[in-house]
Protein backbone atom coordinates (compact mmCIF):
# COMPACT_ATOMS: atom_id res chain seq x y z
CA UNK A 1 0.00 0.00 0.00
CA UNK A 2 1.52 3.41 -0.79
CA UNK A 3 2.65 5.81 2.01
CA UNK A 4 -0.10 8.57 1.13
CA UNK A 5 -2.79 5.52 0.85
CA UNK A 6 -1.70 4.53 4.25
CA UNK A 7 -1.73 8.00 5.97
CA UNK A 8 -5.21 8.72 4.22
CA UNK A 9 -6.65 5.45 5.82
CA UNK A 10 -5.74 6.07 8.97
CA UNK A 11 -6.05 9.75 9.14
CA UNK A 12 -9.94 8.76 8.50
CA UNK A 13 -9.90 5.94 11.03
CA UNK A 14 -8.35 8.50 13.59
CA UNK A 15 -10.92 11.26 12.16
CA UNK A 16 -14.21 8.97 12.40
CA UNK A 17 -13.65 7.57 15.64
CA UNK A 18 -12.78 10.98 17.81
CA UNK A 19 -15.70 12.81 16.56
CA UNK A 20 -18.15 9.73 17.08
CA UNK A 21 -18.61 10.45 20.33
CA UNK A 22 -20.57 13.24 20.18
CA UNK A 23 -24.05 11.85 21.33
CA UNK A 24 -27.69 13.69 20.35
CA UNK A 25 -30.96 11.53 22.31
CA UNK A 26 -33.36 11.81 19.58
CA UNK A 27 -36.79 11.32 20.85
CA UNK A 28 -37.99 8.54 18.28
CA UNK A 29 -36.41 5.28 17.20
CA UNK A 30 -36.58 6.08 13.68
CA UNK A 31 -34.63 9.18 13.75
CA UNK A 32 -31.58 7.03 15.43
CA UNK A 33 -28.37 5.85 14.14
CA UNK A 34 -28.17 3.35 17.12
CA UNK A 35 -30.63 1.98 19.74
CA UNK A 36 -29.21 2.08 23.02
CA UNK A 37 -30.32 0.27 26.46
CA UNK A 38 -28.59 1.34 29.97
CA UNK A 39 -28.33 -1.96 32.03
CA UNK A 40 -28.20 -2.11 35.42
CA UNK A 41 -24.84 -3.90 36.28
CA UNK A 42 -21.45 -2.98 34.61
CA UNK A 43 -21.44 -7.06 33.61
CA UNK A 44 -24.19 -6.58 31.33
CA UNK A 45 -22.95 -3.87 29.03
CA UNK A 46 -20.75 -3.88 26.17
CA UNK A 47 -19.72 -0.32 26.31
CA UNK A 48 -18.68 1.61 29.60
CA UNK A 49 -19.21 4.75 29.25
CA UNK A 50 -18.54 8.03 31.40
CA UNK A 51 -20.30 11.48 30.65
CA UNK A 52 -17.11 14.14 29.77
CA UNK A 53 -18.15 17.76 30.59
CA UNK A 54 -16.43 19.09 27.29
CA UNK A 55 -16.85 18.21 23.66
CA UNK A 56 -12.82 17.91 23.68
CA UNK A 57 -12.50 15.61 26.10
CA UNK A 58 -14.01 12.48 23.93
CA UNK A 59 -10.60 11.63 22.36
CA UNK A 60 -11.45 8.30 20.64
CA UNK A 61 -13.95 5.43 20.54
CA UNK A 62 -13.08 4.39 24.17
CA UNK A 63 -16.23 5.30 26.15
CA UNK A 64 -16.24 8.78 26.45
CA UNK A 65 -19.44 10.52 25.28
CA UNK A 66 -20.62 14.18 25.35
CA UNK A 67 -24.10 15.15 24.88
CA UNK A 68 -25.18 17.69 22.80
CA UNK A 69 -27.54 19.97 22.95
CA UNK A 70 -28.57 19.52 19.00
CA UNK A 71 -28.75 16.55 16.53
CA UNK A 72 -26.71 18.64 14.12
CA UNK A 73 -23.71 18.92 16.95
CA UNK A 74 -23.77 15.15 17.58
CA UNK A 75 -21.97 12.44 15.17
CA UNK A 76 -24.30 10.01 16.60
CA UNK A 77 -28.36 9.38 16.95
CA UNK A 78 -29.02 7.47 19.63
CA UNK A 79 -32.57 6.64 21.24
CA UNK A 80 -32.86 5.29 24.56
CA UNK A 81 -35.40 1.87 24.14
CA UNK A 82 -37.07 0.67 26.91
CA UNK A 83 -36.11 -3.24 26.95
CA UNK A 84 -32.72 -4.64 26.97
CA UNK A 85 -34.00 -6.77 23.67
CA UNK A 86 -34.80 -3.72 21.28
CA UNK A 87 -31.15 -2.64 22.24
CA UNK A 88 -28.40 -2.99 19.61
CA UNK A 89 -25.86 -1.54 22.50
CA UNK A 90 -25.98 -2.09 26.11
CA UNK A 91 -24.16 0.69 28.21
CA UNK A 92 -23.48 1.35 32.02
CA UNK A 93 -22.77 4.88 33.21
CA UNK A 94 -19.10 4.58 35.13
CA UNK A 95 -18.17 7.16 37.37
CA UNK A 96 -14.67 7.84 36.38
CA UNK A 97 -12.96 8.40 32.92
CA UNK A 98 -10.53 5.84 33.86
CA UNK A 99 -13.32 2.97 33.68
CA UNK A 100 -14.93 3.77 30.11
CA UNK A 101 -14.03 1.42 27.40
CA UNK A 102 -15.52 -1.11 25.31
CA UNK A 103 -16.35 -4.64 26.71
CA UNK A 104 -17.65 -5.97 23.60
CA UNK A 105 -14.94 -4.80 21.30
CA UNK A 106 -16.92 -6.22 18.24
CA UNK A 107 -19.61 -3.87 18.53
CA UNK A 108 -17.37 -0.97 18.33
CA UNK A 109 -19.12 -0.12 14.81
CA UNK A 110 -22.00 0.94 15.78
CA UNK A 111 -19.75 4.46 17.07
CA UNK A 112 -18.08 4.51 14.10
Known amino acids: ?3 F ?6 SFLLFNSAAAQKIFAV ?4 QADIKVFVVKYESQADLLVYKVKYASETGSNQGKW ?3 DYASQANKK ?4 DYESQAQ ?3 YFVPYASRAGWKKPEKKHFLY
Open 5 to 10: CLAAAI
Open 27 to 30: PYAS
Open 78 to 81: IFWV
Open 66 to 68: FFT
Open 89 to 91: LKI
Open 1 to 3: MCR
